[in-house]
């Protein structure tokens, strides 16, 4: 079988569709080449002296693993120098990063979780980077975090690498959803799934079953008849998966079907939800309807959320279709 590699996609797709103009490319090639250095480093584990925590804070609150800061370090030093990029923001950092002076300023603004997943980095389960790119606003001179305050509608490329059994990257441009395999070999990623299409119906759903008590009645409804099964309301069968990564939950979903959720609880209204706008619910919003799924805060199609804040959360109930409706459906009611 004759291989495709992500380079020759990227020229093939922008003959096709026009929609992957040169420097989106380097772009895209650069957070590709900088995900086969973070899967090096997460290869490695204890061998490479990067397990365990980093004894420091994010803008957060959360406490950061030595991971979560190589792999934003990978990422800054990667996409700096290219000339296509006018700043970047980052799940770990608490202010945007504009390009240096020393280097020419591009049109596009990269976004990422360099390391999703954290909690599951000691303990060998599949992790990995969520990325969103944007359009600089026209005449922009000098990035200010204004300037990223755009809906997710405006995203002109989201992908994520998981870094499980295999190393994979999934990518969309707004014309589909396409599969990466990395030949840890030949260090190249070959294209090994087109047009990514997520089955419309599901008997498998995702959340962390743990903060119940703490739901909203839309939720608990749901998921109660859900839990019902074949007698209950639904009329079938469920089950639960939940891995603790989004990008391995996503993933998964993809490519068999099912509904994540991490939903808005009573717990603490100044935080809807643990997922990020901007690094998390955008970008896989965006690979989730491309790939014919739905995406949704409970009330609104996830993509045309107004930002107000670089860092702000998001309740996300993602994945099949028909799953999705009924869910934002019972929010309404
Ligand atoms: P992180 O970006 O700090 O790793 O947090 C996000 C992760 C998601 O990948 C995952 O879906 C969720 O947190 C798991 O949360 P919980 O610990 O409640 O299961
Ligand atoms: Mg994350």
Same mark, same amino acid.
Not at 114 to 120: C, F, I, Q, R
């Given at each position: 079988m004759k291989r495709v590699s992500l380079t020759q996609y990227l020229v093939e797709e922008q003959r096709l569709h $026009?929609?992957?103009p040169a420097s989106l490319r380097l772009l895209i090639e650069v957070v590709a080449r900088a995900c086969k250095t973070i899967s090096h480093s997460v290869g490695k584990g204890a061998l490479g002296d990067i397990l365990g925590s980093a004894n420091t804070e994010n803008i957060q609150g959360e406490v950061q693993k030595k991971l979560d800061v190589i792999s934003n370090e990978i990422l800054l030093e990667a996409n700096e120098w290219g000339g296509h990029l006018a700043a970047m923001a980052s799940e770990e950092m608490e202010s945007i990063h504009p390009i240096p002076n020393r280097y020419p300023m591009g049109e596009y603004m990269l976004l990422f979780d360099?390391?999703?997943?954290?909690? $599951?980095i000691d303990v060998n389960v599949s992790i990995g980077t969520i990325f969103s790119v944007l359009k600089a606003p026209e005449g922009m001179t000098a990035p200010t975090e204004a300037d990223f305050m755009q809906p997710g509608s405006q995203q002109v490329a989201a992908g994520y690498a998981v870094y499980g059994p295999q190393t994979m990257l999934v990518l969309t441009t707004g014309a589909g959803v396409n599969c990466f395999t990395l030949d840890r070999e030949m260090g190249s990623w070959v294209l090994t799934q087109k047009d990514l299409q997520i089955p419309e119906e599901t008997k498998e759903f995702a959340i962390n079953m743990s903060n119940q008590r703490h739901w909203y009645p839309p939720v608990t409804r749901y998921v109660d008849e859900m839990l019902a099964g074949k007698t209950g309301p639904r009329g079938k069968d469920f089950n639960m998966r939940w891995i603790a990564s989004m990008v391995a939950d996503v993933h998964r979903i993809l490519n068999r079907g099912g509904i994540f959720m991490y939903p808005a609880d009573l717990r603490d209204p100044s935080q809807p939800g643990k997922l990020r706008l901007m690094y998390e619910a955008n970008p896989m919003a965006f690979i989730v309807e491309q790939a014919g799924g739905a995406a949704t805060d409970g009330r609104q199609r996830i993509l045309d959320i107004a930002p107000q804040k670089l860092h702000q959360r998001v309740p996300v109930f993602l994945g099949s279709k028909s799953e999705v409706e009924r869910v934002t459906a019972y929010h309404q009611e």
């Open positions: $026009n929609n992957i360099p390391l999703d997943g954290s909690s $599951n």
